[in-house]
């Protein structure tokens, strides 16, 4: 019995496995100490229920030592379902290979729980009926490209896998070992009728909420655009302020331009420049240089990211230096936009603002966008204060802030895998932490 | 050396010009003015591949504005000093630097033009120097793009999942996008191939743990080496030396 719950045990962490949940030899290890601990404790303390139960139960078990283990590392919120959906997986397929030997070979279900042959062939076609599903199951994923939504949506994962348990906690209700072998597959074959239906649906329902959540970012960008209308008027206002004061202070110079006052005139005029009511006017450059990106979505980012810096203009910069039009046709806007939402986010955070002396002028930020033979290349370069290993920030999970999910960079790397045309080169320097996103025009 | 200087505005190019004249003649340096035009197109039908120092003018109102001629004059001189001349507000360093390996720029409209100008002389002596003793960056194609590597700074290069590569450096570290095998081909003989995940420049290493199968840097990093390697590795080694 102990032979079949590890085996159930290493089908589950396969299916995790396939399911892209990345659990490390480490982890394994310390989840099989837990499980030796967890079962341990269990079996010491029922041990008059039936076998059966008792395998499922310890099974269950072992969700729960996942689950925790997860939390422990704060990766259980994203990979929930995939914890749930793999146990469904097993059950399912466990059942199945029993129906399909009591249908093909006519052997009794009561037979085939207590004969070791019987059990054996059970458990190699329930591996086989596994794996493949779990297969399955991830090429549908990643074709509809469902991953990020149910590693980032929480209800979307909590509401679907709670059907799923629901589903189970009805089948165990049904099933007991005193039926008859016809009502036991006729159970079985409703459960896996409904299996297939609600997995039908919740792909649907899946897809449906992929299609919300890209109009959600279509408003987002909508509000963006409206907040970028308010600079732009808040821009004008400026510039009519500084003009006023401009024309004054060209008034001053005719005094010392009559009187031919020449070193008067010299520290005047650069006394003009230096002075800080009129460089209090660069919101004005500042909105200037956006002018040049011509994708209005991109514009309206780049706004509404840059207007929270206010503050600190002196201690950024964003250099468009030609008008950009178009993006490279290889990935659709929004997406583009989520990349730079998530690179400008990314490098705002990392920026330490206790550390930057605003007088100093310095550049802490800088944001570059240039086209090249139909490339739109994108240099986002932010100084760091904190130690960071290349080898490990783009996995889910991985984050150097405290309560953090760590999902910014992974999302970027699965957006960038699916549009063959863009790519991401980090560089890190003594001094910077430099991003360089470039997206080519497909042929 | 040659100097080439393309600024529209005329006053402001004799000025430019002049300063140029003098300190060269004053320092005694081993520089000559070629040509001061405000005709980009002049500039480029007059230049060749010799390594020269451009002085453009970023907002030139002609055909070509100052990066665009600053791109064309890449493709020829690739080695060459490019300093822009521009205002505040058109100051675009990062670009200036990333799409066309700008050197240096001065601003005309803020603070003493002579001063300016010095400090980019001298920046260009620095450079020079730089240049004379790292003659290992070199260009490889890797699916449809240019990455340039400093052969001799470059310790060893990591592979990820996903076709990423983590490349060590002396003072950085880079994340790219890649494939091993090709990168080992491109390469010089001074790198060798130790494992299934790492390529390392066998001037960087210190000295080999066969115990713990660990390649140990001059650095102080450390790698993996599969044991089969470390045979092959010991006598690939020798052999260079």
Same mark, same amino acid.
């Given at each position: 019995?102990?032979?079949?719950?590890?085996?159930? !045990?290493?089908?589950?962490?396969? !299916?995790?496995?396939?399911?892209?949940?990345?659990?490390?030899? +480490?982890?394994?290890?310390?989840?099989?100490?837990?499980?030796?601990?967890?079962?341990?404790?269990?079996?010491?303390?029922?041990?008059?229920?039936?076998?059966?139960?008792?395998?499922?139960?310890?099974?269950?078990?072992?969700?729960?030592?996942?689950?925790?283990?997860?939390?422990?590392?704060? &990766?259980?919120?994203?990979?929930?379902?995939?914890?749930?959906?793999?146990?469904?997986?097993?059950?399912?397929?466990?059942?199945?290979?029993?129906?399909?030997?009591?249908?093909?070979?006519?052997?009794?279900?009561?037979?085939?729980?207590?004969?070791?042959?019987?059990?054996?062939?059970? @458990?190699?076609?329930?591996?086989?009926?596994?794996?493949?599903?779990?297969?399955?199951?991830?090429?549908?994923?990643?074709?509809? +490209? %469902?991953?990020?939504?149910?590693?980032?949506?929480?209800?979307?994962?909590?509401?679907?896998?709670?059907?799923?348990? @629901?589903?189970?906690?009805?089948?165990?209700?049904?099933?007991?070992?005193?039926?008859?072998?016809?009502? *036991?597959?006729?159970?079985?074959?409703?459960?896996?009728?409904?299996?297939?239906?609600?997995?039908?649906?919740?792909?649907?329902?899946?897809?449906?909420?992929?299609?919300?959540?890209?109009?959600?970012?279509?408003?987002?960008?909508?509000?963006?655009?409206?907040?970028?209308?308010?600079?732009?008027?808040?821009?004008?206002?400026?510039?009519?302020?500084?003009?006023?004061?401009?024309?004054?202070?060209?008034?001053?110079?005719?005094?010392?331009?009559?009187?031919?006052?020449?070193?008067?005139?010299?520290?005047?005029?650069?006394?003009?420049?230096?002075?800080?009511?009129?460089?209090?006017?660069?919101?004005?450059?500042?909105?200037?240089?956006?002018?040049?990106?011509?994708?209005?979505?991109?514009?309206?980012?780049?706004?509404?990211?840059?207007?929270?810096?206010?503050?600190?203009?002196?201690?950024?910069?964003?250099?468009?230096?030609?008008?950009?039009?178009? #993006?490279?046709?290889?990935?659709?806007?929004?997406?583009?936009?989520?990349?730079?939402?998530?690179?400008?986010?990314?490098?705002?955070?990392?920026?330490?603002?206790?550390?930057?002396?605003?007088?100093?002028?310095?550049?802490?930020?800088?944001?570059?966008?240039?086209?090249?033979?139909?490339?739109?290349?994108?240099?986002?370069?932010?100084?760091?204060?904190?130690?960071?290993? %290349?080898?490990?920030?783009?996995?889910?999970?991985?984050?150097?802030?405290?309560?953090?999910?760590?999902?910014?960079?992974?999302?970027?790397?699965?957006?960038?895998?699916?549009?063959?045309?863009?790519?991401?080169?980090?560089?890190?320097?003594?001094?910077?932490?430099?991003?360089?996103?470039?997206?080519?025009?497909?042929? | 050396?040659?100097?080439?200087?393309?600024?529209?505005? #005329?006053?402001?190019?004799?000025?430019? *010009? +002049?300063?140029?004249?003098?300190?060269?003649?004053?320092?005694?340096?081993?520089?000559?003015?070629?040509?001061?035009?405000?005709?980009?197109?002049?500039?480029?039908?007059?230049?060749?591949?010799?390594?020269?120092?451009?002085?453009?003018?970023?907002?030139?109102?002609?055909?070509?504005?100052?990066?665009?001629?600053?791109?064309?004059?890449?493709?020829?001189?690739?080695?060459?000093?490019?300093?822009?001349?521009?205002?505040?507000?058109?100051?675009?360093?990062?670009?200036?630097?990333?799409?066309?390996?700008?050197?240096?720029?001065?601003?005309?409209?803020?603070?003493?033009?002579?001063?300016?100008?010095?400090?980019?002389?001298?920046?260009?002596?620095?450079?020079?120097?730089?240049?004379?003793?790292?003659?290992?960056?070199?260009?490889?194609?890797?699916?449809? &793009?240019?990455?340039?590597?400093?052969?001799?700074?470059?310790?060893?290069?990591?592979?990820?999942?996903?076709?990423?590569?983590?490349?060590?450096?002396?003072?950085?570290?880079?994340?790219?996008?890649?494939?091993?095998?090709?990168?080992?081909?491109?390469?010089?003989?001074?790198?060798?191939?130790?494992?299934?995940?790492?390529?390392?420049?066998?001037?960087?290493?210190?000295?080999?743990?066969?115990?713990?199968?660990?390649?140990?840097?001059?650095?102080?990093?450390? !790698?993996?080496?599969?044991?089969?390697?470390?045979?092959?590795?010991?006598?690939?080694?020798?052999?260079?030396?």
């Amino acid at each position: 019995m102990l032979f079949i719950l590890s085996y159930y !045990c290493l089908l589950y962490w396969l !299916c995790l496995h396939t399911f892209q949940v990345i659990l490390s030899i +480490k982890d394994l290890l310390w989840i099989i100490a837990g499980s030796i601990f967890a079962f341990g404790l269990t079996i010491y303390v029922i041990n008059f229920f039936n076998y059966n139960i008792i395998l499922m139960l310890l099974f269950a078990l072992e969700i729960l030592v996942v689950a925790l283990y997860l939390l422990f590392q704060k &990766r259980l919120i994203s990979n929930f379902f995939f914890l749930i959906l793999s146990f469904l997986l097993i059950l399912f397929a466990g059942q199945t290979s029993e129906v399909l030997m009591y249908e093909f070979f006519r052997i009794p279900y009561a037979l085939q729980e207590s004969h070791m042959k019987f059990i054996l062939a059970d @458990l190699i076609f329930m591996t086989i009926i596994t794996l493949l599903l779990a297969r399955g199951i991830n090429y549908l994923l990643q074709h509809f +490209k %469902l991953y990020s939504l149910l590693h980032t949506s929480i209800i979307n994962s909590l509401i679907i896998s709670t059907a799923i348990l @629901l589903m189970v906690i009805a089948f165990f209700s049904q099933v007991d070992n005193s039926n008859s072998n016809k009502t *036991t597959t006729k159970i079985s074959l409703i459960f896996l009728i409904i299996i297939v239906i609600i997995a039908f649906i919740t792909i649907i329902w899946l897809h449906s909420q992929k299609r919300t959540l890209q109009l959600r970012h279509e408003q987002e960008t909508n509000q963006q655009l409206v907040e970028y209308l308010y600079n732009l008027e808040y821009a004008q206002a400026e510039f009519r302020k500084f003009k006023h004061d401009y024309l004054n202070i060209l008034a001053g110079l005719a005094g010392y331009i009559e009187t031919q006052d020449l070193s008067g005139l010299k520290n005047y005029f650069y006394k003009v420049i230096n002075n800080n009511h009129i460089a209090q006017t660069n919101d004005i450059f500042n909105l200037k240089s956006l002018q040049n990106m011509k994708i209005i979505e991109i514009k309206g980012l780049l706004a509404l990211k840059l207007g929270k810096l206010h503050q600190y203009r002196n201690n950024f910069r964003i250099e468009i230096v030609n008008p950009i039009q178009k #993006l490279p046709n290889s990935m659709p806007i929004y997406e583009y936009n989520r990349c730079l939402g998530i690179l400008i986010d990314n490098a705002i955070e990392a920026l330490d603002f206790h550390q930057i002396d605003v007088k100093s002028k310095k550049t802490h930020l800088s944001i570059v966008f240039y086209q090249e033979k139909q490339q739109l290349i994108l240099v986002i370069k932010n100084s760091y204060f904190k130690n960071v290993n %290349l080898s490990q920030i783009y996995q889910a999970g991985f984050s150097t802030k405290p309560q953090h999910q760590g999902l910014g960079l992974a999302n970027i790397n699965e957006i960038l895998q699916q549009y063959p045309g863009s790519t991401l080169d980090t560089e890190i320097t003594q001094e910077f932490f430099i991003q360089k996103l470039i997206l080519r025009q497909a042929v | 050396m040659k100097i080439y200087i393309c600024e529209d505005d #005329l006053s402001q190019r004799q000025h430019i *010009t +002049k300063i140029i004249n003098n300190y060269i003649l004053i320092e005694n340096l081993d520089m000559k003015i070629q040509l001061s035009t405000s005709d980009p197109l002049q500039i480029l039908q007059a230049i060749d591949q010799e390594q020269s120092v451009y002085f453009l003018d970023i907002g030139l109102h002609s055909e070509l504005n100052g990066l665009e001629l600053a791109s064309a004059i890449r493709k020829t001189d690739t080695h060459g000093y490019i300093i822009f001349i521009t205002t505040h507000d058109e100051m675009a360093f990062e670009t200036f630097k990333y799409q066309v390996a700008a050197l240096d720029f001065i601003l005309k409209d803020q603070g003493n033009l002579k001063e300016n100008i010095v400090r980019v002389f001298q920046t260009i002596q620095q450079q020079l120097m730089i240049d004379a003793d790292d003659n290992d960056t070199i260009a490889i194609k890797l699916n449809d &793009r240019i990455l340039y590597i400093n052969l001799k700074t470059l310790i060893y290069i990591e592979t990820l999942s996903n076709h990423k590569l983590v490349l060590h450096a002396q003072n950085k570290e880079s994340l790219i996008t890649g494939d091993l095998k090709a990168l080992e081909q491109r390469l010089p003989n001074n790198f060798f191939r130790a494992h299934k995940s790492f390529l390392v420049n066998l001037d960087y290493v210190d000295h080999v743990d066969k115990k713990q199968n660990l390649i140990f840097f001059r650095n102080g990093a450390s !790698c993996l080496v599969s044991r089969r390697k470390i045979k092959l590795l010991t006598e690939h080694k020798l052999k260079l030396n």
